[in-house]
């Protein structure tokens, strides 16, 4: 099993910044690390992705110029940097790991509200 710690979301003015970081822990061979977002009766989507190698980055449109995904200072960890944050990018966010050979594993979500 995966267990995924997310952390580093909260209240912001537009045009502030957070990070949100996501640490990984349990002895699998993680391939690929991604944040998604959710809001109420919307599908969940991707925000930022990369291959554990940092070979492929995927951003989504919005977050494009404004938005960076890295991996994190310790094994199998990845962060979200976020600047010029709207109130449209208020969701719950999540972390999601890719583990070859297995299923896809989640974290709990962390809640990014974007207020004046």
């Not at 554990?52 to 980055?57: F, Q, S, V, Y």
């Not at 404004?66 to 010029?84: E, Y």
């Not at 999540?94 to 509200?113: A, E, F």
Request: net charge neutral; glycine share 12%; with cysteine.
């Amino acid at each position: 099993q995966v267990q995924l710690v997310e952390s580093g979301g909260g209240l912001v003015q537009p045009g502030g910044s957070l990070r949100l970081s996501c640490t990984a822990s349990g002895s699998r061979e993680i391939w690929y690390l991604g944040w998604f977002r959710q809001t109420d009766g919307n599908q969940r989507e991707l925000v930022a992705g990369m291959t554990l190698d940092g070979a492929t980055i995927e951003l989504e449109d919005s977050a494009k110029g404004r938005f960076t995904i890295a991996r994190g200072n310790t094994k199998d960890s990845v962060n979200l940097q976020m600047h010029k944050l709207k109130p449209e990018d208020t969701a719950i966010y999540y972390c999601q790991v890719r583990v070859i050979g297995s299923r896809n594993y989640w974290g709990q979500g962390i809640q990014v509200t974007v207020s004046s």
